[in-house]
């Protein structure tokens, strides 16, 4: 019954739901790196901060984009599927990373673009390992365009550990997360 509300709840209410959930996951992935790192206290700002920007921007960039892709290139077929991911990792991955790491204007740094200048093409190297295998297969094949935004939240869960461990303890390479995660 509850799965019924819910689902009826993300067709009736897409952009909501949608933004709501991406937002949570993003947070949450925040606070899943600081619960790996083995903090000795949570940094709920930091926490609220991640949030503010996955539901302002991330959330509502992801919502609106993905039904533009869909609009322009309707389908599932490979051409139109590639030109989605071709687009979504040459337009979209490099600003949603680059909004992200420009999180330090919430926490009052003085060069808001230090970890960007540092840590961006890294970041994005390492998110075009990751994002066209979500994105191409799993999203614009499998899922349907009222929880694809959804989808990517819950993708982005993953991403925002790997965003927050990036900004705070590494240099946005794989490697290094890999590494901490096996000995942290």
Request: glycine share 6%; hydrophobic share 50%.
């Amino acid at each position: 019954m509850r799965k019924v509300v819910l689902k009826e709840a993300a067709k009736r209410f897409p952009w909501l739901a949608n933004v709501t959930l991406y937002g949570c996951l993003f947070a949450g992935g925040d606070l899943a790196h600081q619960l790996i790192a083995h903090r000795e206290r949570i940094d709920w700002k930091h926490t609220r901060n991640v949030a503010i920007v996955a539901i302002t921007f991330q959330g509502n960039f992801n919502y609106f984009w993905l039904r533009a892709l869909e609009k322009r290139f309707p389908g599932k077929s490979a051409g139109m599927v590639f030109r989605k991911l071709l687009l979504d990792q040459s337009f979209a991955s490099p600003l949603a990373t680059s909004v992200f790491y420009t999180v330090s204007f919430l926490e009052g740094k003085e060069d808001i673009l230090e970890d960007w200048r540092e840590k961006f093409f890294n970041t994005w190297r390492t998110g075009l390992m990751y994002w066209p295998f979500m994105q191409q297969f799993l999203n614009f094949v499998l899922m349907p365009l009222h929880m694809r935004t959804a989808f990517m939240g819950c993708c982005a869960f993953l991403w925002a550990s790997f965003l927050c461990f990036s900004r705070q303890d590494g240099d946005g390479t794989a490697t290094v997360a890999l590494a901490f995660i096996m000995d942290p």
